[in-house]
């Protein structure tokens, strides 16, 4: 339904995307002891781990190949397998997972090449898995990188073997929190089915207290359990990005898959519901019948304050149709859209247009909007036009729990449609004796909240 | 890249550096960049260190050529305030693409220089050179040129792309930048005997304005600020200062030496951490002015405003002293930070029971063995694992560090404070001092420590042997502090 642009110009103002890399690398925090690696120049890395130590509010382990000027021109082969050894002798990983970069990727660094060599060379680490994902910082974006990791790791370590009844792969895009996993594990278990979360964030970066200091990720999907996503009945891929990696399981290890573009909104969590029931053989657990219901009562509460209201929303294309159908599901219109990176879910979007762009993009658009979606660089736009201003998607560095935002289930659906219906009350114009006098300009400029203040 | 190359060459021969004297001939040419570990390095690149130098002076665009993880990953994180414009606020890139990678992106990034003068207007234009872009080869000194031909503003070219080194070669790589193209262009519309400049100092959480009101008052006026709150134009005339103020000297001592050889600027080094810090500094800036001919009265004044201050902080100190002291502290920082902030939690009956030097020059090692005595405990380069070992067993009671470590500590259950960059409270003058003591006690006696202690209940009643050990824990931790009033009688 939508017009896909890309916008022409040559400088990005305000950017809204991250880099690939550090896409794959926090795909790669979702491994259980694993060391996440960049093969690039230090600051590569040192620029991820800031972002994600301020978006989670935890420890991010991650290092580098530490490229310097000499070494990116003789070739890093030396970089990649000093580096792998000595994480291996300090850190001890089950896993070590490395992406490449701008940089190594302008070189043209034959990673896959090293890492064969690397392993004839070293059979002390023959206990190590170890997962290359090539990811130049020049294509695409985060959730490109993200996608790649997560194909890349199942296509190296998920392993063909008889079914396991009741086993159930989630392929989890990166627009999900560690929070939506938890709630996805809890719906899954519900129906007595047993998943493996792929990559699970949940495990890693949920914000819990060790007992002691570990030098790698403090949880996640486990080496056997990726191994062991090969003998599983059925692969849920959440958010179309995740398509890739649930095509390459079921090439390798004949799991068929569905994917479902998000699991936030009415339809989608039906979906859902019917999928494990038929996987499982159980009717749906009541709990879920009556969080059924809390949803439709939340739309129905809601809709007064959602319709025609205008959104600008920025975001990477899973996360933007996952919030951007709910919106409109109740009424909004998407007035202002950017993403980051081409997709085919784009195309079907409820809206005119869609940006591939930057923030300066929507903030032009998002003159008039009444609520701006964006993660936290939106901040300095949101002030300038005097936006409410709903948080969502990495970074989240002025606000705490970004970790722990769940939209996803009939529950989390609901809790997101009050926090925004609470947003536009909040925002709601008190009506004054000159509001009908004369079409002010102040008066213009809510005159969408009008009907709200009214009820 | 041979220019490049030469220039990070001379930063590397600095002579007014500390670490430097101290190095044979040979060593010194091999520079101050250790060799990183692949797999075992932390810290940002020689881009991030430019860009951390010079993104506080706030009318400038700050054009970043490179991929998109340069810029999209890492702007507006820095907490360096502005009075006026917010332009340095908002990010600029190039964003490549792989046929920018093909062809070469140099046509780009003239273009985006043109659409940020067209849409912005901003006093200058800096080009931040990034890896990809330098191993393609492209020019971005061409380009600024002809850009500056143009469109008559300065466009200026920051070569210091990312994989030359690390973040402090960066700092000082963005201050040749401003000498070679920047400082000594313009003129201020007067001049006075009292004008300085304060050159590395960032405004972070605003600690410039900390400064400024005792400066105003003795008179003294801040012609430039190397970068903190500073306007291009300002960085332009800071040649017509009397005398400068260097505040982290490893960051820009480049800046200070070669202006005092250039335009016969004198510097001292100081820091406005710390009390005792803090006066020196203020007494320095005075010595240096009427050394050049400032009326001589301004030192009398200063010593007033000196006395004056010390004694308001002393008195503020009163409510903490008998809280704070003896309490154990493990200082995680870099340079010049180490000694001043040390002398400073001393003053206040801390006692440091560890600090890093790993970025500290000889004197300044030097100085924490005056402040600590011989048997000072520093630690050069601290691993994680040992700094959460510290915690754990209570050798320490409260981290000041990074914002990187803080999670060390707090997973240890232990008390941490930021201070570095990103920190939201002003440490700096004497209102700083008293915040940061402020901060601290805060820390220490917030009442989750006790909460958050404590056994699960199930480990209480599943695993008596745990539950013991973990009450003695806590016990031990806080044993300190039992006696003391509560926190609301003192904030």
Redesign the interface.
């Known amino acids: 339904m939508a017009i896909v642009i890309h916008v022409k110009k040559s400088c990005a103002v305000n950017p809204l995307k991250m880099s690939a890399p550090i896409g794959a690398a926090l795909a790669f925090t979702g491994l259980d002891n694993c060391m996440p690696t960049l093969h690039g120049s230090q600051g590569c890395t040192a620029f991820g781990l800031v972002l994600f130590v301020r978006h989670f509010k935890e420890a991010v382990p991650m290092q580098t190949t530490a490229m310097n000027e000499a070494t990116t021109i003789m070739g890093g082969y030396d970089n990649v397998e000093q580096a792998i050894l000595n994480i291996h002798k300090r850190a001890k990983p089950s896993i070590i997972a490395i992406a490449s970069t701008g940089l190594t990727e302008t070189k043209g660094d034959d990673v896959d090449g090293y890492l064969t060599l690397i392993r004839k060379k070293h059979p002390e680490l023959d206990e190590v898995a170890l997962v290359y994902v090539s990811t130049p910082d020049y294509v695409g974006a985060f959730q490109d990188g993200w996608a790649k990791a997560v194909a890349k790791i199942v296509k190296e370590l998920a392993e063909p073997a008889p079914q396991i009844a009741g086993q159930i792969n989630v392929l989890a895009g990166s627009h999900l929190t560690p929070g939506d996993l938890e709630e996805i594990r809890e719906l899954v278990e519900a129906f007595g089915l047993k998943p493996i979360i792929l990559p699970d964030l949940s495990g890693s970066m949920d914000g819990h207290i060790p007992d002691n200091f570990s030098p790698t990720t403090l949880g996640g999907t486990t080496l056997a359990e990726i191994r062991a996503t090969g003998r599983s009945e059925f692969t849920l891929a959440i958010g179309e990005h995740m398509r890739e990696a649930a095509q390459t399981l079921q090439n390798k290890c004949g799991v068929p898959f569905e994917v479902l573009e998000s699991l936030t909104g009415l339809d989608t969590n039906d979906r859902l519901m019917t999928l494990l029931a038929a996987k499982s053989g159980r009717p749906a657990p009541n709990k879920y019948r009556r969080q059924r219901s809390q949803l439709m009562d939340a739309m129905l509460d809601a809709h007064f304050y959602f319709g025609g209201k205008k959104i600008a929303i920025g975001a990477e294309p899973d996360l933007l149709v996952a919030v951007g159908k709910l919106l409109v599901g109740i009424g909004a219109e998407l007035t202002a859209v950017v993403t980051t990176t081409p997709s085919p879910v784009l195309a079907h979007l409820p809206a005119q247009e869609v940006l591939i762009g930057d923030l300066e993009d929507l903030e032009q658009r998002a003159q008039g909007c009444d609520l701006l979606v964006t993660h936290s660089h939106g901040r300095q736009m949101a002030e300038r036009l005097k936006l409410p201003f709903l948080r969502m998607g990495i970074p989240m560095f002025d606000r705490l729990g970004a970790a722990h935002q769940v939209t996803v289930g009939y529950r989390g659906t609901r809790n997101l449609i009050f926090e925004i219906a609470n947003m536009f009350m909040a925002a709601a114009h008190e009506p004054e004796p000159d509001d009908w006098r004369q079409p002010a300009a102040q008066g213009a400029e809510c005159g969408s909240c009008a009907p709200a203040a009214a009820h | ?1 041979s220019t490049l190359s030469s220039k990070v060459q001379e930063v590397f021969d600095e002579p007014a550096c500390g670490k430097n004297q101290a190095k044979g001939e040979k060593e010194r040419k091999k520079g101050c960049t250790k060799q ?13 260190g430019a860009k951390i130098a010079l993104q506080p002076i706030t009318d400038v665009a700050h ?1 970043v050529h ?12 820095r907490g360096a305030k502005s009075s006026g414009s ?1 332009l340095y ?10 046929l ?2 093909v062809y070469g992106g140099e046509k ?2 003239f ?6 003068f067209d ?1 912005y207007d901003p006093a200058a234009v800096f080009v931040y050179q990034t ?2 872009t330098a ?2 080869g492209d020019d971005i000194e061409a380009v600024c040129k002809a850009a500056t031909q143009k469109f008559g503003k300065p466009v200026i070219p920051i070569d210091a ?6 973040k402090n070669l960066g700092n000082k790589l963005a201050g040749e930048a401003l000498l070679d193209y920047v400082i000594g262009t313009e003129e201020p519309d007067t001049t006075t005997p009292y004008d300085i400049n304060i050159i590395g100092e960032y405004n972070l959480a605003g600690e410039l304005w900390q400064v400024k009101p005792l400066l105003d008052e003795m008179g003294v006026r801040i012609l430039s600020c190397i970068s903190g709150d500073a306007k291009y134009r300002e960085v332009a005339y800071s040649h017509r200062a009397k005398a400068a103020m260097m505040v982290c000297s490893k960051a820009m001592i480049n800046i200070a030496r070669k202006m005092e050889e250039r335009y016969e600027i004198p510097f001292f080094e100081g820091s406005f951490y710390g009390i005792t810090d803090m006066s020196d500094s203020l007494r320095n800036i005075a010595r240096l002015l009427v050394d050049k001919g400032a009326p001589a009265d301004l030192l009398e004044r200063t010593e007033a405003i000196i006395r004056r201050e010390e004694a308001a902080f002393w008195v503020q100190m009163v409510p903490y002293k008998d809280r704070l002291k003896g309490v154990k502290v493990l200082l995680i920082t870099g340079g010049v930070k180490s000694w001043s902030v040390v002398s400073a939690l001393q003053e206040v009956g801390m006692e440091i029971v560890g600090t890093s030097v790993k970025k500290s020059t000889l004197e300044d090692k030097q100085k924490i063995k005056e402040l600590m005595g011989e048997d000072a405990h520093m630690v050069d380069d601290m691993t ?2 040992e700094m ?2 510290m915690l ?1 067993d209570a050798e320490a009671d409260i981290m000041l560090s990074g ?2 470590s803080q ?2 500590a707090l ?3 232990m008390p941490w404070l930021d201070i570095n960059q ?1 920190r939201h409270h002003a440490y700096a003058g004497y209102d700083g001092m008293v915040t940061l003591v402020r901060e601290i006690a805060n820390a220490l006696y917030n009442p989750i420590w006790e909460q ?1 202690r404590k056994p699960a209940p199930w480990e209480m009643q599943g695993d008596k042997k745990l539950a013991t050990e973990n009450t003695e824990h806590t016990e031990v931790l806080l044993g300190g502090f039992r006696s003391v009033p509560s926190v609301a009688s003192v904030v």
């Open positions: 890249m990183l570990v692949p797999g075992a390095a932390a810290g940002g690149c020689a881009f991030d054009l490179g991929p998109i993880a340069c810029e999209g990953n890492s702007w507006d994180n917010s606020r908002t990010g600029f890139t190039t964003d490549i693409n792989e920018d990678v780009h990034l273009k985006s220089v043109k659409e940020i849409k890896c990809v191993l393609i792309p990312g994989f030359v080194g690390n994680p694992r959460y070992k754990k914002g990187r999670f060390i997973k240890a259950k990103e958050v």
